[in-house]
């Protein structure tokens, strides 16, 4: 089936906001006739609070991390011209989480926003390393390989970490972090994924002609002028950012970076630039979905986001690459 990118970008943002009105009436409260009165015409009451300070935040926040996360995967796809290409690949995701381990392994899971900034610190401490070395070696191959290693590198720091933990619960805490959940978000928090959203999204603006000559190959896109050391830089900090921002906010969330871009190439956008922003809509509504069938979950379940992303996320997409699989072979 083919969409126009308009009316594509339409039907996911009804979906989203649709959506959002509809997880606003769930949560763990029962909420009677008199207590949304409550919230809409006496902000200062407990009503009030639970709906705009608590439900709206929670759900504003998984909107932004799916969307950073589906904008952030188109970018890395675009860049790397590989279907597998996410978030992960480079290492940033990984470095992100070695913060955060290492934040609650100190003893700062209960200082405010000291957990989320070290998470942010290591995705910036991976990307630095990234732009130093594609500095001087700008192949995607070599990046590949790079990024590679770090998140084996930062993979193998976290468990090491986890096995130096001084008590379960410490332990207990880093695995809930990993594991990813958007529950008791704050405005702080949407309003850390607007930032990196607007930012990524500025910088991207200048990407559509590099991007498009990059899938005729890098040879071809060097001979029309594009400057790869360049593009692959400000590709690579602005994946970075969305990536360390998302689990900074949220913890980590896997296969929305992977899987976003590719729901939107099924609906017949191939441009890999065009794709970046439907991506971040789909981002958006993978997440906002998955966490709502959570709250469908008894609470003993006791179910993370970044666990059913995967379980809803990977029979949808093997279904998407049988599909693709059948017509490749059909050409």
């Known amino acids: 089936m083919t969409l126009s990118l308009r009316s594509l ?12 009105i509809v997880l606003m ?7 009677s006739g008199d207590m949304w009165f409550d919230a809409f015409f006496r902000w200062n009451s407990l009503p009030a609070e639970i709906i705009w300070g608590i439900r709206l935040p929670r759900n504003l926040a998984g909107v932004g991390v799916g969307a950073m996360l589906g904008m952030s995967g188109a970018l890395m796809q675009g860049l790397l011209r590989n279907p597998l290409a996410e978030p992960g690949l480079l290492g940033v995701s990984a470095g992100s989480g070695l913060g955060a381990a290492l934040a ?3 003893g700062l899971g209960l200082t405010p926003f000291a957990v989320e900034g070290f998470a942010l610190a290591g995705a910036v401490l ?11 070696f700008p192949q995607r ?21 986890f096995n130096l933990s001084p008590s379960p619960v410490t332990t207990s805490e880093m695995l809930s972090w990993m ?3 958007v529950q008791n978000r704050s405005w702080y928090d949407v309003l850390m ?8 999204s500025g910088l991207s603006l200048r990407l559509g002609k590099g991007l498009r000559f990059l899938t005729l190959g890098e040879e071809t896109a060097r001979s029309m002028g594009i400057d790869m050391t360049r593009l692959t830089q400000v ?3 602005g994946s970075s950012l969305l990536a360390g921002l998302s689990v900074s906010v949220a913890g980590v969330i896997g296969f929305v970076g992977l899987a976003a871009p590719h729901f939107v190439r099924a609906f017949g956008i191939k441009d890999p630039f065009t794709l970046i922003w439907p991506s971040a809509l789909t981002g958006g509504l993978m997440v906002l979905v998955s966490d709502g069938l959570i709250r469908l979950l008894p609470p003993t379940a006791d179910v993370h986001l970044g666990v059913l992303t995967s379980l809803v996320g990977a029979p949808l997409f093997a279904i998407l690459a049988y599909k693709s699989a059948r017509s490749w072979m059909q050409d």
């Open 9 to 20: 970008s339409l039907a996911l943002g009804m979906a989203i906001v649709g959506l959002l």
């Open 193 to 200: 994924c607007l930032i990196g959203l607007a930012v990524v």
């Open 141 to 161: 191959q070599s990046l590949i390989l790079l990024g590679v290693g770090l998140s084996s590198l930062c993979g193998a720091l976290m468990a090491l970490v």
């Open 104 to 106: 609650i392994v100190f």
């Open 126 to 136: 991976v990307a630095v390393i990234l732009l130093v070395f594609v500095q001087r």
């Open 235 to 237: 590709i690579v900090i």
């Open 25 to 31: 009436l769930f949560g763990d409260v029962a909420m």
């Open 179 to 181: 594991m990813g959940s």
